[in-house]
């Protein structure tokens, strides 16, 4: 049972335009989304994040967008670069025990920008 | 750099072999967590350690075990690895909130 979903496992833009990256889940208690970034041989690196009381978190280039009605959020960035080729792993936390808060990850999006 | 170090990055061994992967810490951090991650798969949350508190996920298999002797360090233990354990293993910190800061992890073959 997959609670956070991510249903486009490539994306591929050109370089300065928008890229987005999308990300659902079903667990109505995930009240904190993240996304993280991973370049290959190198693990997660958190990138941005955004908790359940705000619909938009921007920082920079990189803008993520919740839908709690519709239990999705989205990863734009603008303008995107090369080096924004990675793979995109969208995370969400919320309803956990024993102290220490546990993520629940997507199977990830690899993003390819492209010259 | 305060930073999670995984070591080693790649680790072989023999089916039935048990293994050990380490992780270290500088962060200073009171949480540390042991994923699994398996090709084109999510992370997925095998235990963590809250200070000296253990958290095992309920379908975490017996096979794996985790060791934490001080804030910096914390063992994953598999004691009797068969092919299916071949994946990509990754060590998060946090401070107890929602942020986590991973190493590079470590990728295990089991032959």
């Known amino acids: 049972d997959q609670q956070v979903k991510q249903n486009s496992p490539s994306l591929s833009v050109q370089e300065g335009r928008i890229s987005i990256l999308n990300c659902d889940y079903t667990?109505?208690?995930?009240?904190?989304f993240l996304w993280y970034k991973k370049y290959p041989a190198e693990g997660p690196t958190f990138l941005i994040s955004?908790?359940?009381?705000?619909d938009k978190n921007e920082d920079g280039r990189f803008t993520v967008f919740l839908n709690k009605s519709a239990k999705h959020l989205s990863l734009h960035i603008v303008p995107s670069q090369p080096g924004d080729s990675a793979v995109y792993f969208c995370?969400?936390?919320?309803?956990?025990?024993?102290?220490?808060?546990?993520?629940?990850f997507g199977t990830g999006t690899q993003l390819k920008v492209e010259l | 750099d305060a930073m999670v170090i995984q070591n080693p990055r790649y680790q072989v061994t023999q089916f039935g072999k048990p293994v050990t992967l380490s992780c270290s810490q500088t962060l200073n951090h009171n949480v540390m967590y042991w994923y699994q991650q398996k090709s084109s798969q999510a992370p997925k949350l095998l235990f963590h350690y809250y200070d000296k508190d253990f958290n095992n996920e309920a379908d975490t298999p017996d096979n794996f075990q985790s060791r934490r002797p001080n804030t910096s360090f914390c063992f994953l233990d598999i004691r009797s690895p068969g092919l299916g354990d071949a994946a990509m293993y990754l060590c998060?910190?946090?401070?107890?909130?929602?942020?986590?800061?991973f190493g590079a992890g470590t990728r295990l073959s089991v032959l």
């Open positions: 955004i908790s359940s009381i705000k």
């Open positions: 995370a969400a936390a919320g309803g956990g025990t024993g102290g220490g808060n546990k993520l629940t």
């Open positions: 998060a910190t946090s401070r107890g909130g929602n942020i986590q800061y």
């Open positions: 667990n109505s208690m995930f009240d904190y």
